[in-house]
């Protein structure tokens, strides 16, 4: 199984970016994907989630109304479209695969990781 993510880099405050995972070796479509991210030096968080059917989402307070997560079943690839980013959004962006559909917000419940990819966001 891997999960490959990109689409970081740096931005200014107010920019955007849309991160991808690409996923590879698993039932796809099977699978809840999560978006989570690490700051310098703070744990790892949740950032949002999406079914495998894409029908149900989940979103951290702090990125509601900012980021959208998204999926193509079909490209067996999950999205995060970030919007308004802000210097707090700074963080390296992990996606994750489960095959679970509750408890979604703990990094626990996930079975599979990318590698990150790097967001920075200046002032």
């Known amino acids: 199984v891997q999960l490959q993510a990109s689409g970081g880099g740096l931005v200014q405050a107010g920019g955007s970016l849309r991160l991808s995972c690409a996923v590879s070796g698993l039932g796809f479509r099977w699978y809840t994907m999560g978006w989570f991210r690490q700051a310098p030096g703070k744990e790892r968080e949740f950032v949002t989630s999406i079914s495998g059917s894409g029908g149900s989402t989940s979103y951290a307070e702090s990125v509601k109304g900012r980021f959208t997560i998204s999926r193509d079943n079909a490209k067996n690839t999950v999205y995060l479209q970030m919007n308004s980013l802000k210097p707090e959004d700074t963080a390296v962006y992990y996606c994750?695969?489960?095959?679970?559909?509750?408890?979604?917000?703990?990094?626990?419940?996930?079975?599979?990781w990318g590698q990150g990819t790097q967001v920075t966001v200046s002032s």
């Open positions: 994750a695969a489960t095959g679970a559909d509750y408890g979604l917000g703990s990094q626990g419940r996930y079975d599979y």
